[in-house]
């Protein structure tokens, strides 16, 4: 199972959760391989070997992201053969306790009378957490400097360490951080509320609009054989039926969610046209 993410993250935990099931499943051993970043990792599922024997956990960032902002990267959709989704997990921007950013009309209210003095990290370019503060700047005019990092865990780092002012990562692996009172939570992208951040506001409450989230999905390459392909579709379907599995996919802090394969193939057309349009309002290239 190839991880098109780095290890720590929501990715490479949703990877190892369903690696585990499918093991159990299948009566062989599926080991996760972690490729970083996303791109990387997706280009590796589409050169893989047809036969069923390499898988890849792949997030949106690298399908639908990349597909919408024209991005020239060595593989196209249907070079995967969709699995199915397995889970989704909320972005949340953070500041560090010791700062005065205590809401977003602070960091806003700030940055506008001091354009590109705060900066701000994310999983890179068309990261979810990238779209999410971007709405934010666009919604209030104001100018805060992009630094893209690998993934949540190393954004989350920097943070924690004072070289960014703001971070802008998945809830699942910056919870810990929270509950712990290293990090403030500001926003979350969510439609609504969560129930574990109840004062905490969603970003289409404070800018407007809401920001798109990550998903995680199973793919193959394509041209695995159709017989193969079932067999993995009817393994994930049953483990995603395991309450065993949905409640280690919560506990790693994602929200299971199963897609079938042709329900991921309608969302992934879906977002395309969504991210394209979020893409040009926010102006990111």
């Known amino acids: 199972m190839i991880v098109a993410a780095p290890p720590g993250g929501p990715g490479d935990s949703a990877a190892r959760v369903v690696a585990r099931a499918l093991s159990d499943l299948l009566g062989q051993q599926v080991v996760t391989e972690n490729r970083a970043a996303s791109q990387v990792g997706a280009g590796a599922v589409a050169r893989a070997a047809p036969d069923g024997y390499t898988l890849g956990t792949i997030g949106n960032q690298a399908l639908t992201v990349t597909m919408a902002f024209g991005v020239d990267v060595p593989y196209k959709l249907e070079d995967f053969i969709p699995i199915g989704i397995v889970a989704f997990d909320i972005t ?10 205590k809401s977003i009309k602070d960091v806003t209210d700030y940055a506008r009378q001091n354009p590109h003095k705060l900066s701000y990290g ?20 104001a100018e805060i400097t992009f630094i893209p990092y690998g993934g949540t865990a190393p954004t989350n780092t920097a943070l924690l360490g004072g070289h960014i002012d703001l971070g802008s990562a998945g809830l699942g692996a910056t919870m810990p951080f929270i509950k712990s009172g290293r990090l403030r939570a500001l926003a979350v992208t969510s439609a609504e509320r969560m129930p574990v951040l109840p004062d905490v506001p969603t970003v289409g409450e404070v800018a407007g609009r809401p920001s798109p989230n990550l998903w995680h999905g199973v793919f193959a390459p394509a041209r695995t054989p159709a017989a193969i ?13 395991d309450p065993n599995t949905t409640a280690r996919l919560e506990q790693a802090g994602l929200i299971a969610d199963y897609r079938n394969p042709e329900a991921t193939r309608g969302l992934m057309a879906a977002e395309i046209k969504v991210m394209a349009e979020l893409a040009r309002s926010v102006k990111l290239k």
């Open 229 to 241: 392909v079932d067999r993995l579709t009817k393994a994930l379907e049953q483990a995603m039926k």
């Open 122 to 141: 994310a999983s890179g370019i068309g990261s979810m957490g990238q779209m999410a503060m971007e709405v934010v700047k666009l919604a209030f005019g």
């Open 92 to 101: 949340v921007i953070t500041s560090r306790p010791d700062s005065p950013w």
